[in-house]
């Protein structure tokens, strides 16, 4: 898929990762529907890049709002034919904490904003895709997910945030092989440590430390890594049912 050809929804797409993918495909030519919740952040965005991105206010854990938010982004842009999963957050927490044991919606919000929130995502997209034109080889669309390396090696304190980035590997392949019936690639980053607004807010000791810790290069990925293995995945109409790691060589310490 030519990356000037693009129609993306992107979830997340108001600051880092997500927001690093918008700058990508806007650059090249595309346009992109931002689904996020941070009305301030979205303004700023919209007045940076244009009138090629528009911002839809979405809870994506909400079917019904996701599925308003995909026709509503069809009515803009025509259609979809780039979906990339960028919504998410971390949470810290033990299982068994000094106090008492993780309260059960801790561990159930971080599956329900990254995992369920994600498949809410594709399903909606997959079915807009469905009746797009066909391109090389048949191919209506493209969808990418954000995993964490956290989901192969998580650390303690990250039962709940590795469970639901395992969770998006785990269903990447059966929904390929689903949608390879429609023409739709589906596939996910597996990103390392990036320099994402959560990471910026650290001292420059502890980032300095977090890259030190990277094999090499030796630093933090910087989102515009990210949107460039994304940019590539639209690209290359060959990858299909894959996690790509994206972290230096980097595998997680126990702590």
Partial sequence: MELSNVKALITGGVSGLGLAVARKVVAAGGQAV???INDEAAAAVEAELGSAVSYIRTDVTSEQGVSDAVKMAVGHMGLINVAVNCAGIIGAGRVLGREAPMPLDFFAKAIQINLIGSFNVIKAVGAAMESNPQGTDGE?????????????????????????????????????????RIGVRVNTVA???????????????????????????????????????????????????ETIRLDGAARLAPK
């Fill in 191 to 241: 990103p390392g440590i990036f320099l994402t607004p959560m990471a910026d807010g650290m001292p420059e000791h502890v980032q300095e430390s977090l890259g030190a810790a990277i094999p090499f290069p030796s630093r933090l990925g910087k989102p515009e890594e990210f949107a460039e293995l994304v940019a590539h995945i639209m690209e290359n109409g060959y990858i299909n049912g």
């Fill in 34 to 36: 931002l689904l996020d």
């Fill in 140 to 180: 209506r669309g493209v969808i990418i997910s954000t995993a964490s390396v956290a989901a192969y090696e998580g650390q303690i304190g990250q039962a709940a945030y590795s469970a639901s980035k395992a969770g998006i590997v785990g269903m990447t392949l059966p929904i390929a092989r689903e949608f390879a």
